[in-house]
C-alpha cells in the first residue's frame, strides 16, 4: 500500500523545541472576507468599510483579526491536532502587523511543552504558533494547548515540560496599529456612542441576540480556513463516535461570540490579544448561541490619551439567553450551557477630554 498519506503527529513524534513549518501559504482575498462576514454576521465599522478605516489613518478596511486568526489556525491543525481529542486553550496571543486582502499568510509552531497523561493514551502539547506575512511581519502568535493521541500506548513518556504562560498580554506588551488616529472616530457610523470612558471594571453586558448554528455554515467556515480536522466533516466517522455526529469547530464558535458582542461593545473596534480561552463544551448543527462579556480590566495605553484597551471575558451560551449571566457555580464548576469562556483585549477610543475613571 502506498505510504504517500499523512496521518498527522502523534504524542511521541514531538519534542520540546521542535518548530514545524506549515502548509500552505493562503492569500488572504475579499471574497474570503465577504464570506467571513456572511458565516458570523460581523458589523464591527473598521472592518466592513474602506471609508471608515480612512477616516482612523488605515489604508483600507483590514481583514478582522480573528479570521486571520482562525486562517493561521487552521494551518497547523495537520501537523499539531490531527489527531487531538480535545483543543483545550489559548494563551500569550497578540495581534501584530494588520492584515489587509491581497496578503499572504504562513505560520509555524513551536513545541513549547509536554506532558503525558496518567492514562498512558495521550498527553498534551504545548505550542506556539506564528502567522507572518509575505514580507516576514508577524501578523499574530499565540500558544495552544491539545490534548493529542499516543501512537503507542507503550512508548515511554517524555520528560515533562509545562510552559511559563502569564494570565493576560501586559498594556505595554499590545501592539497598537501605526499611525492610527481617532479624533475623528464617528459614533453614529460605528453604531454606538459608548466608548472606553463609559465602561467600568465589572461591569457585565448581556449581548442580546442569538444565532442557530447550521450544519452546512459551521462546514463552510472550517473549510475558509482549511482546517482539516476529521470530527468537523466527516459524518461517516463521527457517527460511530463520541457523540454520534460533527462538532463545530470552536474557532467557529469564537468569530460568532465576537459578532454577536458588537451589541454593546460596537466601539471595541479592534481585538491585540488573546489572554486565555476554553471550548468548555462542544457544539453541534442546530443550537443557538447567545453570548455575555464581562469588563475584566480598563487600560491605558503608553503615549496615548485618545485610545485605551478593554480586557474583556466573553462567555458564549448554546440554547439559553444570557440575561442572568450564566457562568460558574459555587463550586466553580460551569453552567452546562456554557461553550465558550475567552479572555481577550480590544481597543475602543477614550471621550475627548475625559480624565480615566477611578479605580
Excluded at 91 to 98: Q, S
Excluded at 336 to 342: K, M
Amino acid at each position: 500500500m502506498s505510504e504517500k498519506t499523512k496521518w498527522g503527529n502523534f504524542f511521541e513524534d514531538f519534542r520540546i523545541g521542535q518548530t514545524i513549518a506549515h502548509a500552505t501559504p493562503r492569500t488572504i482575498t475579499e471574497g474570503d472576507v465577504a464570506l467571513y462576514t456572511a458565516l458570523t454576521g460581523s458589523r464591527f465599522a473598521l472592518t466592513s468599510a474602506d471609508t471608515f478605516a480612512h477616516s482612523l489613518s488605515f489604508p483600507r478596511a483590514p481583514v478582522d483579526n480573528l479570521l486571520a486568526f482562525n486562517i493561521v489556525f487552521g494551518k497547523t491543525v495537520p501537523d499539531i491536532s490531527l489527531n487531538a481529542i480535545a483543543n483545550l486553550g489559548y494563551a500569550a496571543g497578540r495581534f501584530g502587523h494588520r492584515v489587509y486582502p491581497g496578503d499572504t499568510l504562513t505560520a509555524d509552531s513551536t513545541v513549547i511543552g509536554l506532558k503525558e497523561n496518567s492514562d498512558g493514551k495521550t498527553g498534551i502539547v504545548y505550542v506556539r504558533s506564528c502567522g507572518v506575512n509575505q514580507r516576514g511581519q508577524i501578523a499574530l502568535d499565540y500558544c495552544r494547548w491539545v490534548m493529542v493521541r499516543k501512537r503507542d500506548p507503550a512508548s515511554p513518556a517524555p520528560e515533562t515540560v509545562l510552559p511559563a504562560l502569564h494570565e493576560a498580554v501586559a498594556a505595554s506588551d499590545l501592539v497598537i496599529p501605526a499611525g492610527i488616529r481617532v479624533e475623528g472616530y464617528d459614533t453614529t457610523l460605528s453604531g454606538s456612542t459608548d466608548l472606553w470612558d463609559d465602561y467600568r471594571v465589572g461591569e457585565r453586558i448581556d449581548h442580546v441576540d442569538g444565532m442557530t448554528i447550521e450544519e452546512s455554515e459551521h462546514m463552510m467556515a472550517t473549510r475558509l480556513y482549511q482546517n482539516t480536522a476529521r470530527v468537523h466533516f466527516n459524518q461517516h466517522a463521527e457517527k460511530s463516535g463520541r457523540f454520534g455526529r460533527r462538532i463545530v469547530y470552536g474557532g467557529y464558535i469564537i468569530g460568532l461570540a465576537r459578532a454577536l458582542s458588537f451589541n454593546g461593545l460596537a466601539n471595541a473596534f479592534s481585538v491585540v490579544a488573546i489572554n486565555a480561552g476554553r471550548h468548555v463544551s462542544p457544539a453541534f448543527a442546530g443550537d443557538t448561541v447567545y453570548a455575555w462579556s464581562e469588563i475584566i480590566e480598563q487600560m491605558s495605553l503608553p503615549g496615548r490619551h485618545d485610545l485605551g484597551a478593554l480586557r474583556l471575558r466573553t462567555v458564549a451560551t448554546k440554547d439559553r439567553n444570557c440575561a442572568d449571566f450564566p457562568y460558574r457555580g459555587a463550586d466553580g464548576s460551569y453552567d452546562p450551557s456554557v461553550l465558550l469562556d475567552f479572555d481577550y483585549t480590544v481597543l475602543m477610543p477614550k471621550r475627548p477630554g475625559k480624565s480615566p475613571p477611578p479605580e
